[in-house]
């Protein structure tokens, strides 16, 4: 996939500063519990897992606590990846690979969408919704939240709705789920979509 700059892109420069200041505001701490009950119900411990743009990745934690056998995590921090590779030094299942999500290759059964989409710039949703597709096996699912709410300061985060996620992603999936989370953290109550995509 070529290779394009935006104007406001968010490098690896970007986060990598934001990890070494402290500055990650979009870690809650502990695995997400909308995922966290979907993989409950996720019967194929064998499955190949891509989790993109996993800070801290407790959604790995979880899936390797719980028998998952196949994860692989990609960030474009060095910083975190180095902290990820040191979490998960005596986890042979969980792959770490320092790089940028849209150049990444592979093939997936399920990708784990958690606070990575609304931290890319918008110019580059309708190409995030391709390269996602392009990584998931046939009948594969991108599976997690979305915001469902505009935010009035810059972001990131980058907010958005039902109607203008359905633009981008109906091309690639069938949209099996996108609904109000039920079970988001207290303070992201009200404003997130859970989503589960199906590859067309």
Same mark, same amino acid.
């Given at each position: 996939?070529?290779?394009?700059?935006?104007?406001?892109?968010?490098?690896?420069?970007?986060?990598?500063?934001?990890?070494?200041?402290?500055?990650?505001?979009?870690?809650?701490?502990?695995?997400?519990?909308?995922?966290?009950?979907?993989?409950?119900?996720?019967?194929?411990?064998?499955?190949?897992?891509?989790?993109?743009?996993?800070?801290?990745?407790? *959604? /790995?934690?979880?899936?390797?606590? $719980?028998? @998952?056998? !196949?994860?692989?995590? &990609?960030? +474009?921090?060095? *910083? /975190?990846?180095?902290?990820?590779? $040191?979490? @998960?030094? !005596?986890?042979?299942? &969980?792959? +770490?690979?320092?790089?940028?999500?849209?150049?990444?290759?592979?093939?997936?059964?399920?990708?784990?969408?958690?606070?990575?989409?609304?931290?890319?710039?918008?110019?580059?949703?309708?190409?995030?919704?391709?390269?996602?597709?392009?990584?998931?096996?046939?009948?594969?699912?991108?599976?997690?939240?979305?915001?469902?709410?505009?935010?009035?300061?810059?972001?990131?985060?980058?907010?958005?709705?039902?109607?203008?996620?359905?633009?981008?992603?109906?091309?690639?999936?069938?949209?099996?789920?996108?609904?109000?989370?039920y079970n988001s953290i207290p303070p992201?109550?009200?404003?997130?979509?859970?989503?589960?995509?199906?590859?067309?």
């Amino acid at each position: 996939m070529e290779n394009k700059k935006f104007e406001n892109e968010l490098d690896a420069a970007f986060w990598n500063q934001r990890w070494a200041s402290g500055q990650t505001g979009w870690d809650i701490g502990y695995a997400s519990p909308p995922i966290t009950n979907f993989m409950e119900q996720y019967k194929n411990k064998n499955a190949a897992i891509l989790i993109p743009g996993c800070g801290n990745a407790y *959604e /790995a934690g979880y899936l390797a606590t $719980n028998g @998952f056998t !196949n994860i692989t995590l &990609v960030d +474009i921090s060095s *910083e /975190a990846v180095e902290r990820l590779k $040191n979490k @998960f030094i !005596n986890q042979p299942q &969980v792959k +770490i690979f320092c790089g940028d999500f849209f150049q990444h290759q592979g093939k997936y059964d399920l990708i784990i969408e958690q606070t990575f989409f609304c931290a890319q710039v918008i110019e580059r949703r309708n190409e995030y919704a391709q390269q996602m597709a392009a990584l998931l096996n046939e009948g594969g699912q991108l599976t997690g939240v979305l915001f469902g709410v505009n935010f009035e300061n810059p972001g990131p985060p980058f907010g958005g709705d039902k109607e203008e996620y359905q633009k981008i992603f109906e091309p690639y999936f069938q949209i099996k789920k996108m609904e109000d989370c039920y079970n988001s953290i207290p303070p992201r109550a009200g404003n997130e979509l859970f989503i589960n995509f199906i590859k067309k």
